[in-house]
């Protein structure tokens, strides 16, 4: 049962979308894309026609509505589904079908409406289902399912205003200001190795050297201290300029009855010079309920004549229940080799100290490789991964896993 902070957040954000656009719906992915979103004129407006503009080089279509007044509205989502495999160093456990952590099975609604020549309206809500989960799933309980729905599975219900010459304003569910700030990523193998190393295997247990399973868990003893994520929230962007872009937030975690004040402040930039891509940033975020302090970034290039690209992120915590760090790197490589679509392999690598307390590390490596099916808006991929933990309580064994599956994107 929700409580009544969680209810009362609700409601408000349904209710700025009601009274701005009928049904909301804003966009921010956790990749940075752009975000769009419904206008005043919600759904009683009768569109001027359905989606007409077919692509023919894909087989699936948008599914995009555009309103006699120019409010566009699109329909989105994903599938994302693996078999995963993962050996404790004593005995090897398949999951079978399983969803993809790195980026769950999600749907959602964005729209947007030009209100003036200035100012434009966005508004969205994504909702994600995944109760089969690389996250969640253990040894202990390898067919775990969570089949029930609750504000866990709200990503983003809230509305903003855009301007290109005064920002972006914010109100609602979403991502803070240092939300995907570790994630920069321009590799095309983010869909299952990205920084966010523990999802591949989250719920995974660790064995112990003299056998059987300790009760860490891989998630547990990997993080990539992604600033405050999702929240409730007010949130400004500052205009871009040349290619950089300021960003801060205030905000509760009230889905999950947390009203401790949440803040924070970021800067990103993204440019092409020359041959290359650029994008990267690095922020500060403040928990004030656990007195801790995050300072995180990443940085990410793509040479695109060769496809070859590099990416950084780090991040450290200092707080009342947690003092760790972390560094994470990959070499990438992009090419065209098969005509169906661009083909991306990466190599990476994460350390991490005090993670799970003082005296703990964290190391992990991993391979994978995604080949993108254009035409089906869908992408293969494969990842080899290994984990290991040490602390001063025990000896433990390393943890292979080995996921593979398809993303479709709709």
Known sequence: ?????????????????????????????????????????????????KPDKQDPTVAIQALEWEFEDSTKILVYGQINK??????????????????NANSSTRAGVISTTDLTDEWELWSNIEIQYAPHSSGNVSQLDKNFADYGFDNGNIRRIGVALRSEKYGRFWLGQGSMASDNITEFDLSGTGVIAYSSVADTAAGSLFGLAEGGLSDVTVGSAFTNYDGL????????????????????????DLLNDDDASLYDVAVTYGAELGAFEIAGGAAYARNSGTNADILSGSITGLHQPTGLNLTFATGGIDGDDADGSYVYSKLGWRTSYFSIGETALSLDYYTGEKIRGDGSSSDTWAIAAVQNI???????????????????????????AVFAGLRIKF
């Open 1 to 49: 049962m929700r409580s009544s902070s969680s209810r009362a957040a609700l409601a408000l954000a349904l209710a700025a979308n009601s009274i701005v656009a009928g049904i909301a719906m804003t966009q921010e992915t956790e990749k940075p894309v752009a975000l769009k979103a419904l206008g005043t004129t919600g759904l009683g407006a009768l569109p001027t026609a």
């Open 82 to 99: 693996g078999i995963l495999n993962f050996d404790d160093g004593e005995n090897s456990t398949s999951y079978g079908l399983t969803d």
């Open 374 to 400: 254009d035409y089906w808006k869908s992408e293969l991929w494969l990842t080899y991964r290994d984990f290991s933990y040490d602390d001063k309580s025990a000896d433990f064994r390393d943890g292979q």
């Open 229 to 252: 994520g999702r929240q409730v929230r007010i949130r400004y962007d500052t205009p871009e300029y040349n290619g950089f872009r300021l960003k801060t937030s205030y905000g509760q």
